[in-house]
Each structure stands twice: as C-alpha cells, then as structure tokens.
C-alpha cells in the first residue's frame, strides 16, 4: 500500500525555474527519503531527512519536513534538462516493532524541465 | 563499485509460463529486498532479506511467487504460473544494512509482460 500522496503527479517547467514537489504521508516516521527515477533506470537516493529536522539541503534541491503537518516538500532550484524524471518520497520507519527498517513509497511526481 | 545487478531487463512471455529474475547485491550488502513497481506507481516492497533469512515476506503472493537467497548473495525471484496482472517492473535493491536509516540502492530493474 503506498503510504505518500504526491502532489502534483506532473509538473513541466522551463530550464533554470525552480520545481517544488510535496509529499504528505499518514503515519509516524523516523525519516523521509527523496528518490529519483529516470526513464528505463532504477531509482536513485537523492537525500533523507530525519524526523526531528526541519530542513535539509544538498546541493540544488533543498528538502522540508513538518511532521505536525505530515507533509514534506522537495525544491529543486535552477532546473536542468538532465533533472526531467519522476521523483518519489518514501517514509522510513521501524517495521513491526522491529530494529529493521521500512520503505513506503508515493506514487511519485513526473517532472519536465525543457529546455 | 558495482552497482546492483539484475538480469534479464526485459521479459515478455504468456500467461501461465513461469518466469524468474535474478540480483546480485553490491558487494558486503546484507539486506537485499525485491519491489514491485506498477505503472504510474511507486514501488512496494515484496520481500525483504537479511543475509539468507527472509525477514518480511507478508507481502509476497505465496500462492505463486516464490524468493530465495542462497549464500545471502545472489536472490531470485520466481513466478509460477504468472499471470496478466503481473505484469510490471520488478525491482532489486540492496543496503549495507537492514536499519531504518540505511540507503537503498537499486538496481535497472527487469520489466515484464505478461501476454
């Protein structure tokens, strides 16, 4: 069961705007991950934020987190080109009670940049 | 460093025929899970393993699908008889280890359809 609502599901944008992706999830977590997938690849992990920060950043993409809110938000600054693929948030935490930890994925925003 | 590996990339065969795929983690990575990932969709976990224990499989269709990790290296996942529905991309993906924290790392998955 997929755990995230991403929102958009698409979003097309010119070469050098910024594109924000938000992701919402339902139930506690110990942290949240950004991954993203081009076409005909696996996915790749772009970042983690951890439940108890607020803000993280790597590079062009700066990636929030509101837990009161359930809610997390992706920018990706100054698009390129090579950034167009579906991106997708993933929830992180204890599975079961156990040490082990769980992924659940949205279903992903498809991200355009032209250019 | 090799990535993980996965073979075949595609797969098109009838319904009813059995099918397997086959990962090879990255070299000293303990965990390895497969994904299903469905068109438009994120992936959802199937079956997860810890070295050669399989650890979560409670989302995996026992009725047909079967897993196995031999040497908790190389991990196949079988499907017997498939079906139409059953058609998407399987994904492998490997951590160094099982905990809440740890980056997945996935591999180009193998694309199936089912006819």
């Known amino acids: 069961s997929q755990q995230g609502e991403e929102d958009p599901q698409a979003l097309s944008i010119q070469e050098g705007e910024n594109a924000t992706m938000n992701c919402s999830y339902k139930?506690?977590?110990?942290?949240l991950q950004w991954y993203r997938q081009n076409s005909g690849r696996g996915l790749v992990h772009l970042i983690l934020i951890r439940s108890n920060e607020r803000e993280k950043h790597s590079g062009r993409l700066r990636v929030t987190l509101d837990t009161s809110k359930k809610s997390s938000s992706l920018l990706i600054t100054a698009s390129r080109a090579a950034d167009t693929a579906s991106y997708f948030c993933?929830?992180?935490?204890?599975?079961?009670?156990?040490?082990?930890?769980?992924?659940?994925f949205g279903q992903g925003t498809i991200l355009t940049v032209h250019p | 460093e090799a990535g993980v590996v996965q073979s075949p990339r595609y797969k098109i065969i009838e319904k009813k025929q059995p099918v397997a795929f086959w990962c090879n983690p990255i070299s000293g990575h303990n965990t390895l899970y497969w994904y299903l990932q469905n068109l438009g969709q994120g992936p959802e976990l199937l079956i997860r393993?810890?070295?050669?224990?399989?650890?979560?499989d409670s989302q995996l269709p026992k009725d047909r699908f079967s897993a196995e990790r031999l040497k908790g290296v190389d991990s196949t996942l079988k499907i017997q008889p498939a079906e139409l529905g059953d058609s998407a991309v399987y994904l492998c993906a490997s951590s160094y280890g099982g905990g809440v924290r740890e980056t997945q790392y996935f591999g180009p998955g193998t694309r199936l359809l089912v006819l």
């Open positions: 993933a929830t992180a935490s204890n599975a079961g009670g156990t040490s082990y930890g769980k992924l659940t």
């Open positions: 393993y810890e070295n050669e224990e399989a650890v979560d």
């Open positions: 139930t506690s977590i110990n942290n």
